[in-house]
């Protein structure tokens, strides 16, 4: 039996006949990333190759590296193995990894969603043999409403807050999410202030997409200054000190995570939105389906219930150990900026 | 029901208490008053008994969502909440409904009734057409055990707010056996009937634990000093020649404890006595892990009345001569009471004259004293101390001032992590629910001997979380077992021998003190080193 075209090894997922890996947690020579979340988009590679819109954001992330930008849809071959990025719809540059070799073929999801977020290239399915897919949210309960509903309730949020004098205070990941509630806030109820990190992130990728101006909270912003208007900040600011100039404020965080009562609850957070940049359980089924893929790979998530689930539909499904954000990924809301998902 | 499930999406969305008080009053005004019994029922733990069985539910709910159950099951698991998990689950509906809560709740009892076909049919429709949330609010309504961090006491608050009523009024009228089927709003809460209030009891004041060093507490001579019990704390009513038995969790609980029927006879009408029920057996009191044999057990059979008798220790009186004396002072309680077991004394020689207790009034001259006395209570069975102001008066809830409950510190013991759990709810994505074992006599094994599932920092429990998915030996369905290799401290308030765990000893309250990264598993203790700290007296 020949290696199989993808392996899983103590640096990441490695292909032999190229050698080269995809998302690599060790420093390794080459590697192709599929976005630029922390978990997926490590430091240390000697060479990177991810989506050319992806190249700004990466190297906002890690600074200085030797990286090269590929088109969706372009075919590029090393040691006669083709590859090529296709669009993942989880943040602004992301991309699902399509390998090729001697008519085998594999996808790589990286992280991915099939909703249009009205930022992110909308996911695209690819036709595959086997399907290397994330299952942050697989599991039954996850059930995502269209977005137009999600931000509906945001405004409402605001709009509702302002009527009382407060400020609100939006949570999201600095990259993606951040962008992505951007995009869809209503400024027409107040203006949209920022954390820094959200700020300089949201500047990197200005020059991409269309975007709603954003004020800078500094050392100068007033607390009056604030009051009916939106803070957009990192979850990691919660119960900072840097929070409490925003007083009185509500806050509320977007994920998916917030599907669950007890997960808004523990957190000391007035309103829970769910809002994923992942797939949800029905969202999954249909990304592996549209593939057409008979062997299915699961990396992170609830990866022993839904390859389980997947075998009992007549897939070879299997679970593979990843270092993308262990078992679970609780990292859209926990985690410190410059995190992970 | 639209009313009933925005309530609690509005009690869910919000951490602060003002807010939910608001939000609670404001339905008591706009909802209509059958509703609002309910509600109060609901919210106080008086649902009707449980029409269908969960384990139908599920399936019902796996059919529906069609998923298969293991599925559910594992979904049921990580959610931690079966009515959240099958409003989760089930196909989603927008509609919602115009029936009226009470309506739901009334025909919750008829179902009761009715055959599997109907019950499925019934339950299917109404998940077919409740939004989320009233959906989820359906399904709690059926499975039962509604909490939603709201007490009784904010409940009585905001219900205050909404009528006009006094607090400790409604507090008082909202205790006791009321059948939300029969009673009126205007009967349970608006009017006032004398005959209502024969069983009636009063609400406990309750004790805060002391914090802070006991010398604050000023001069040692204003303070009474008694022993602490670990028991049910319960509140004994003799009235019209009746004797009724009240739990702190508000039941009605008379016919477990046929030792207090001798009362009656004992004790004068009008009088209301509030103490503790303890086990004695072999003529002392017991532990927790004694009376435990008690509890949950409606009928007793004379073998067991025989084995584990309870008693009264009284601690305090309320009510005399049909007056209510809350607002006396505590000595001059005190005074009476002890007249009261004067009486009692005199009358009563018989073998049962133990049941009925005087709680003893410890006098000490210094918070040293004090001290020392507290460092001896475990040798007795007791938890620690309870200082009482003697000027103070009856309060109603949990207040701090002037009762303070002073326990010994708790027991400690090194054991080894063998088992993991991920957390329900809460903590659902991470293992937070440990098993622990210690070594045999031999120390060749390991033998489980509690479970704990707090006292770590999140911080600690993420890593301890991480070192589990990594030290995984085997899994048994949300279990698994993992390699013995971390020591934690655990504290516990008592211990008792016990033929119910497989360590032949209970543990009351166990829980982590801290991780002992200091320590290897050879170094964690042994069941022998845990049996020589069960007290000798027992
Ligand atoms: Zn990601
Ligand atoms: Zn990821």
Redesign the interface.
């Known amino acids: 039996m020949l290696t199989p075209l993808l392996v899983f090894n103590e640096n990441g997922i490695y292909c032999e006949a190229a050698d080269v890996y995809i998302d690599p947690w060790r420093p390794v020579n080459k590697a192709i990333i599929s976005h630029s979340h922390a978990d997926h988009s490590r430091w240390g590679h000697k060479q990177y190759i991810t989506h050319h819109t992806n190249i700004p954001i990466i190297k906002h992330r890690l600074g200085e590296i030797n990286v090269s930008g590929k088109s969706y849809d372009e075919t590029f071959t090393i040691n006669n193995v083709k590859f090529s990025l296709h669009p993942a719809g989880h943040i602004i540059g992301s991309s699902q990894i399509r390998v090729e070799h001697k008519g085998e073929v594999w996808v790589f999801t990286g992280d991915y969603k099939i909703e249009d977020d009205g930022i992110s290239q909308v996911f695209e399915p690819v036709k595959c043999h086997t399907f290397i897919t994330e299952c942050t949210f697989g ?5 995502w409403e269209p977005q137009e509903l999600v931000f509906n309730n945001i405004n409402t949020w605001w709009d509702t807050n302002k009527s009382e004098g407060k400020t609100s205070v939006l949570f999201g990941y600095s990259l993606g999410k951040a962008q992505r509630l951007l995009k869809h806030l209503d400024s027409s109820i107040g203006k949209i202030y920022t954390h820094g990190a959200i700020e300089n992130m949201t500047e990197v990728i200005r020059p991409m997409i269309d975007l709603p101006d954003t004020t800078l909270i500094t050392k100068e912003t007033k607390k009056t200054d604030l009051l009916g208007h939106i803070v957009l900040a990192p979850p990691s600011a919660h119960g900072s000190t840097w929070i409490r100039k925003m007083v009185p404020y509500v806050t509320a965080s977007a994920s998916g ?1 917030m ?4 997960a ?3 957190r ?1 957070i ?3 939105f769910v809002l994923s940049d992942h797939c949800d359980w029905q969202g999954l089924l249909t990304a592996i389906k549209a593939t057409e893929a008979h062997k299915i790979i699961c990396t992170h998530g ?1 990866t022993d ?1 839904f390859s ?2 997947l075998r ?1 539909q007549g897939y070879d499904a299997r679970t593979e150990k990843t270092q993308y954000e ?3 990924t ?1 990292s859209e809301v926990d985690k410190a900026d410059g995190g992970k998902s | 029901m639209k009313l009933f499930a925005e309530l609690i999406k509005t009690l ?4 602060k208490t003002n807010l939910k008080v608001e939000a609670l009053a404001s339905y008591f005004k706009k909802a209509e008053n059958v509703d609002k019994v309910w509600t109060i029922a609901i919210l106080s733990h008086r649902r009707p008994p449980r029409p269908i069985n969960t384990t139908v539910l599920r399936s019902w709910a796996a059919e529906l ?1 069609n ?2 159950l ?3 099951e ?2 049921y698991h ?4 079966l009515a ?2 099958i409003a ?2 089930v196909p ?1 509906s927008n509609e919602s409904t115009q029936k009226p809560l009470s309506q739901f709740l009334k025909e919750f009892i008829t179902l009761k009734k009715k055959d599997d076909q109907e019950k499925k049919s019934y339950v299917l429709e109404n998940w077919s057409k409740l939004n989320y949330y009233e959906r989820f609010v359906f399904t709690k309504l059926i499975t039962g055990g509604f909490r939603i ?1 709201v007490s009784q006491k904010l409940m009585t608050r905001a219900l205050s707010k909404a009528t006009e009523i006094d607090e400790d009024i409604l507090a008082y009228k909202l205790m006791g056996n009321w059948d939300p089927d029969t009673i009126t709003f205007e009967d349970l809460i608006l009017r006032e009937r004398p005959e209502d209030f024969l069983s009636k009891p009063y609400p406990f004041y309750l004790a805060y634990a002391i914090e802070e060093e006991v010398s604050g507490l000023g001069n040692v001579k204003e303070w009474s000093i008694e022993y602490k019990w670990d028991g049910i704390r319960a509140q004994v009513i003799i009235r019209n020649k009746e004797l009724f038995v009240w739990s702190r969790g508000e039941e009605l609980v008379t016919d477990k404890y046929p030792e207090f029927r001798q009362f009656v006879e004992e004790i004068p009408n009008g009088t209301v006595l509030d103490g503790e029920i303890l086990p004695f057996p072999e003529g002392a009191i017991g532990t927790f892990n004694d009376l435990q044999t008690r509890i949950g057990r409606k009928t007793i059979s004379k073998t067991l009345l025989a084995k584990t008798p309870v008693i009264l220790k009284v601690y305090d009186i309320l009510e005399w001569e049909e007056k209510d004396i809350r607002t006396s002072t505590y000595l001059e309680r005190r005074k009476i009471l002890e007249k009261l077991f004067l009486q009692y004394n005199n009358h009563n020689t018989g073998s049962n004259k133990n049941t009925l207790q005087l709680s003893e009034r410890i006098s000490l001259e210094t918070w040293k004293d004090v001290a020392e006395e507290r460092a001896k209570s475990r040798e007795i069975c007791s938890e620690g101390l309870m200082l009482k102001r003697n000027d103070a008066i009856y309060k109603v809830g949990r207040k701090k001032g002037d009762w303070w409950k002073w326990k010994v510190d708790p027991l400690t013991i090194d054991a080894v992590l063998t088992y993991a759990m991920r957390g329900h ?6 293992f937070t629910d440990y098993t622990f074992a210690l070594w045999n006599r031999e120390n060749t094994e390991l033998v489980t001997f509690a479970k704990a599932y707090s006292g770590l920092t999140d911080a600690e429990f993420k890593q301890v979380d ?1 070192w589990i ?1 990594k030290n995984t030996l085997e899994r048994f369905g949300p279990v698994r077992s993992v390699t013995p290799e971390l020591v934690f401290e655990i504290a516990f308030e008592g211990i008792a021998f016990s033929k119910r765990h497989k360590s032949g000893i209970a543990t009351r309250f166990p829980r982590i003190l801290r991780w002992r990264q200091d320590k290897k598993i050879e170094e964690a203790n042994t069941l022998e080193d845990l049996k020589a700290m069960i007290p000798s007296s027992k």
């Open positions: 599991l039954p309960p996850f059930k995570w599907t669950f009562r007890g808004r609850r523990r000391a007035d309103k829970g609830y219930i389980r689930y009992e262990g078992e679970l609780d | 869910d969305s919000t951490n969502a998923i298969p293991w599925l559910f594992e979904s990580i959610v931690g909440d959240e998990t989760l689950v989603a961090g709810g809460r903590r659902s994505n991470l991480s998915k």
